[in-house]
């Protein structure tokens, strides 16, 4: 039985129309900066309502070591593990990283 899925390929190649917006470029270490800001609030939010390490990685289901990770800018947080962080200690996401804070990484 094939499956319903259809795959689109682009063309990396194609010239960018005169239309269209330039790709969003980062400055350079945007990334760590992110990261580390991310870590930086998280960690203050998780001392702010009293929690262990230990507990927000249990709470989340996180491994102690991975929160650790998130906390310090280390790791890459995946969207699905932002989610269960924000929902874990009823935040939204402004309150760990804003557009503002994104926008300022844009060249």
């Known amino acids: 039985m094939m499956s319903d899925n259809k795959i689109f ?3 990396t190649n194609m010239k960018r129309k005169s239309n269209q917006k330039p790709p969003i470029e980062f400055k350079k270490n945007a990334e760590e900066t992110l990261l580390k800001t991310f870590g930086e609030n998280l960690k203050a939010l998780r001392e702010q309502k009293g929690f262990s390490q230990e507990t927000m990685a249990f709470i989340t289901g996180l491994s102690r070591s991975y929160y650790a990770e998130v906390e310090t800018g280390k790791r890459n947080v995946s969207l699905v593990n932002i989610i269960r962080i924000l929902s874990s200690v009823d935040v939204e ?3 760990l990283l804003s557009l503002n804070q994104i926008k300022k ?3």
Do not use: Y
Request: charged letters at 35%.
């Open 9 to 11: 390929f682009v063309n």
């Open 93 to 95: 996401f402004d309150d």
């Open 105 to 107: 990484q844009i060249k």
